[in-house]
């Protein structure tokens, strides 16, 4: 079965070209270890939230915009090979370019699929 591994992190507003560049440069790379997808999505409508809520979660400031991402794996045991793969690699980092925001207040993790339905669309 599929594994997902979803993604949310802040971006600089004026980042923006540079995120879009840094997912089309990480792609080749993910597609060579087996993923089967990846999507990049800008916020267009994330609001605050009084408890909780995306902004929140990766501590957005102002001026930058939340951004939701996954990839989308053959099964776990493929995303774990790529993902060990790409942590040992010492040139990975230079591959996969420099993140345009901070790492550091992005959420991750990974994913079980329990329903799908429906066609994949397309951007």
Do not use: N
């Not at 040992?88 to 992005?106: L, V």
């Amino acid at each position: 079965m599929s594994y997902v591994d979803g993604f949310v992190a802040a971006v600089p507003t004026d980042k923006k070209a540079a995120f879009i560049a840094h997912a089309k440069q990480s792609w080749p790379i993910f597609q060579e270890m087996g993923a089967l997808a990846q999507w990049e999505c800008w916020g267009d409508e994330v609001p605050d939230g009084e408890m909780t809520s995306f902004p929140m979660a990766v501590k957005a400031k102002e001026g930058e915009t939340v951004v939701f991402s996954w990839v989308i794996w053959p099964d776990r045991a493929t995303r774990d090979a790529s993902w060990e793969r790409m942590m040992s690699d010492p040139e990975m980092e230079q591959k996969m370019g420099e993140m345009p925001f901070d790492g550091k207040r992005m959420i991750y993790g990974g994913f079980q699929p329990v329903f799908m339905q429906g066609a994949t669309p397309s951007a």
